[in-house]
């Protein structure tokens, strides 16, 4: 009996170590960075604390917690160095780390060489093991709702889109490497208090493979996935622990299923089941959304206060200061020996409606790329209302309140159309979290359908996935989410490609009764000239990188030399 319960409180501690490092692999993966660091974090938190507390008689809380905060500055660093590195280079990267990091452990004489170090004290005891994961449980609940979390799916989902919302991408990853490490240092300190002795061979592969493994069984974005794939992976082989030469068998192929039929994990098919269930609620909700913005906005927000949700903007970028919406100088963009941008100077005027027009290749993208901060401009420089650009900081121009659309759509196909636009409010949220625990979109639902209403998107549409919506429908969110950020200058890339005219025509009255309602200029780039005569206040035309015509649609449409190169002869 003894026997029998000594081994499930080893399997049970086991299994909360493993969801630790679980956790660790969650906060990276959430956010699209498929870094696989947690070995080499919990070497270093293990090793570090378990000589602190041995060899130098540390108490136990501290050399804890300095395991972890080291292994968390590693992590930072880490994070720093791979800075530009993604994909499958960075899972090389880092699994090299690991390994690297074990075979340092393993030849040093402080960490006892190949044979490790025997006679740690027993000080972890369970409720350590269950408290800290009960408290990195909660921290990621927390955070998924948060701002914070909103920020990392939206990461996932497409980085240079994020990056346009005011989402710091560079200065997040790092953060979320740190992070990681902590939470394996933590782990892997716990580990070693607990066991009692530690080898080299406790942070090798094999041992980085169950902790995927666990996460995926689980599920890759949800905060529950490794929570609940610590319990399936750990605990179900035991129902069948009579089976036990077939045990590695059974595992593979519960994996196997799983990434075919599952692959969201266990957690994301229950969510699924359950999101298919609520459908119906949802959109029934919408529709009271739809007419709750009808009545005085007190009764929505949540803290009763019409205006405490507007309240959480940023204020120094809020203030317009004279001088011209944009002021593009002398910019230039090479693309090796291709110059898409030669020496382009123009201004747009506040509350202007300006037209970019070219023919293909003829740098009107890279014209708004650079301008948003996609692309680092070779040469020159950009301001908005007296105020230098940052260049090549798509974020930093966010917060400038730019707002653009993209050529092709680019919406999170993993939110909703409402939770689309609210996005749209990220740079201006200073929040860290939720207001009272109802997180990001919560506190964004309400302007969220005002705008969706603004661009006449139906209201049975906004809580709906939006990979299903007319194409349409879909650009005008784009625009809506552009629009929720409060933008100065409203940046358009061929807002209405591929629609028929009349629906162009209403996409851009409707574009330009908004800009003139709220004081926007905007610049956008269309082909049609009917269009660009009837609603643009002025027009530049680009031909090979460079501007050959500046001013009023009537004396630019009628230039020979935009004529010869865009319009054609006849
Ligand atoms: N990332 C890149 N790398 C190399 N060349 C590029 C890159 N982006 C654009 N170019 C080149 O720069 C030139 C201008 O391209 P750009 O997309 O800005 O033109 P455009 O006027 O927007 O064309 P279209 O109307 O077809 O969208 C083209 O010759 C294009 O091939």
Redesign the pocket.
Known sequence: MLTWLGSYHYLGSTAIIMCLLGYSTYVLLRAGIFAVPQIAYFCIGAYLSTILTVDHEVNFYVAIATGGLAAAACGATLGWLLRSVSGIYLAIATIAFGEVTRVIVRNLDVTGGPSGILGIPRAAQDWHLVLTLAVVIIACAVLAKSRYGVAMDALRQDQLVAEHLGIAARLMRIQLFALSGLIAGIAGGLFAHFRGFIIPNDFALPVLLSVLALVVVGGLYGFTGPLVGAVVVHTLPELFADLEEYREIMLGAMLAIIILFAPRGVSGLVESLVAEVRGRQRRARSAAVASAIHEPAAAETPSGDPRRARDDVRVPSQQVEPGPALAVRDVTKR?GG?A?LSNVSFDIRKGEFLGLI?P???????LINVVSGALEPTSGTLEAHGRRLSLGRPEKTADERIGRTF?GIRLFTDFTAIENVALGAYCRHQRWTGSGGAGYFAIWRREAAEVLELVRVPASMWSRDVTTLPYGIQRRIEIARALMGHPHLLMLDEPTAGMAEDETQEIFALVSEVARERDISVLAVEHDVPVMRTYCDRVVV?NFGQLIADGSPEVVLRDRTVVEAYLGQS
């Not at 293909?360 to 890279?366: D, E, P, R, Y």
Request: cysteine-free; overall charge positive.
């Open positions: 693309f291709l898409a070219g293909n290749g003829s740098g009107k993208s890279t050529q680009l």
